[in-house]
């Protein structure tokens, strides 16, 4: 099985608006490595409120990692990581001596891992400028030299280095003629201490169906997913090409995007600032022709400067003949459950087949009161296995699985998610961050 973070939805993560700064005069001299890591990297750039401050924020439960003084060290040195890819690769968030086996330095870089060729998430630090080039190689120092708490063993100097480590964001080369289709977002603003979410209703201008067999995905940093959405009904759509904004810029709700989202029926998506996914071999997603998107981007910027979002997605073709399955998008959703205040609930929802099919990939969606997701296989032989688990709402687990899920008709899946709801309020289904979700995402065949 291969495991990777994809976003699960349009409305992913509470707004992140006060941050924290530690103002404490430091003599990076005279200071150990680490302290200088502290003073001048995590205070300012991750032990911020909404980040990694402390346990009642709102992203704790999926990574559980503070990294205030006191705590970080112990937090970070040979200690096992959430991240599900990075566990895969056998990461922990330090592993002193070996730099690229540490998922703190690898949520640090843009480009993806040259050790593994895998994503491990969005790029840290999320909604405030990336690192310099001599503050990630401070911290690749630091780690090869055994991630010591006490002594100086990198360079001071590296520390003031100002050189960005992004020179210049690159647009994502368009596939050839015939080999595929492009859809992007041109570089659009993202406000200052702002989550902005938009929405562009788009044009493939594919003139006949096409056969999807790969996706290659090429954004920003600062960005947390970007979704391609078809729709449900077809009779009302949004108008083209024309920005729709989830929030206006007095942080209220546009009413008209939150009726439009629940006509949407997910395709393809990612959180990864690069990623490039293939479908198992002889298997592709059939799109018809004039195929519409609504193309959805989720930007954070947690800083006091405006800058600019800009994605690109390559959708690659491969010919009908080619193709021995046709893939189906799975959206199975629950919206029925009621969630009381300050309580954990477990919500559990059966959903049936009436053909037989063969599941390839799975994944989720809820929002931040999600704590764990699992799915399990309903009626037949294997009634009852959990075949999915994800414990990280925001980065939820994408599940390929080399061999197909076989159910018969009458046969399905289980949805069983617990919701720690440590509001005041009751919680039911709904479209806002406030709200929450339940939602099965994959693909699938017929038999």
Sequence with gaps: MKYFGIVGGAFLGALFLNFGCNNNEVDLETASS???????????????????????????????????????????????????????????????????????????????????????????????????????????????AGAPKTGNVAEVSLLKDTTPVLKKFDALAAPTAGQGFQVKLDPFEIYPYFEREIFVHKPLNNSESIFVNKFQLKMHPGSHHFILYGFRNKQSLPVLNEIRDLRNKDLSFNYTTLQQIGNHVFYFGGSESNLTFNFPEGTAVELPANMTFDVNSHYFNKGAKAYNGEVYMNLYTVAKEKVKKTLKVLDLGNSTFVLPPKKTTVATKDFKFDKNVRIVTLFSHTHKLGEKFEILIKGGTRNGEIIYTSTNWEHPAKIDFANPIALKAGEGLTSRITYNNYTDQTIRFGFTSEDEMGIIFGYYYEE
């Design 34 to 144: 680490f302290d200088n890591i502290q003073s001048e990297i995590l205070n300012k750039s991750c032990a911020v409120s909404g980040c990694h401050l402390s346990e009642t924020d709102g992203t704790f439960p999926q990574h559980g990692l503070i990294l205030t003084e006191g705590k970080a060290y112990e937090n970070l040195v040979n200690a096992i990581t959430k991240n599900p890819t990075a566990k895969e690769e056998n990461l922990k968030r330090v592993i002193p001596f070996d730099a690229d086996n540490s998922l703190l330095y690898q949520k640090l870089l843009f480009e993806t891992s040259h050790k593994s060729n895998k994503n491990f998430g969005s790029i840290m630090p999320l909604g405030k400028e990336m690192l310099f080039t001599g503050q990630i190689e401070y911290i690749r120092r630091w780690i090869e």
